[in-house]
Nanobody, 113 residues
Framework: QLQASGGGLVQAGGSLRLSCAASGSIFSFNSMGWYRQAPGKQRELVAIITRGGSIYYVDSVRGRFTISRDNVKNIVYLQMNSLKPEDTAVYYC?????????WGQGTQLTVSS
């Protein structure tokens, strides 16, 4: 079970942090990540962190977003800085193990210009 939280309304240039709490150990998954889906667009990968600690960001957020994890609390975070209106989307956390994925409920981020 994944529980996402932290979305909201923020002005362009602002910051926000999303949290994804897992009901079990995050190390039971090969990777955990954040995806987003804007209206009329396909869901896209935003950032991912593997069990081994490797991190990937989509080009559009690299340098502005930071994915991290709390191994004790079993939470994965997405710190989002210098937000832009084009970051507006529903953000979903994901946990992957082999060919299977688990999804949290989405959390809405709206960035006003």
């Amino acid at each position: 079970q994944l529980q996402a939280s932290g979305g909201g309304l923020v002005q362009a240039g602002g910051s926000l942090r999303l949290s994804c709490a897992a009901s079990g150990s995050i190390f039971s998954f090969n990777s955990m990540g954040w995806y987003r889906q804007a209206p009329g667009k396909q869901r896209e990968l935003v950032a991912i962190i593997t069990r081994g600690g490797s991190i990937y960001y989509v080009d559009s957020v690299r340098g502005r977003f930071t994915i991290s994890r709390d191994n004790v609390k079993n939470i994965v975070y997405l710190q989002m800085n210098s937000l832009k209106p084009e970051d507006t989307a529903v953000y979903y956390c994901n946990a992957a193990l082999g060919g299977a994925s688990s999804w949290g409920q989405g959390t809405q981020l709206t960035v006003s210009s």
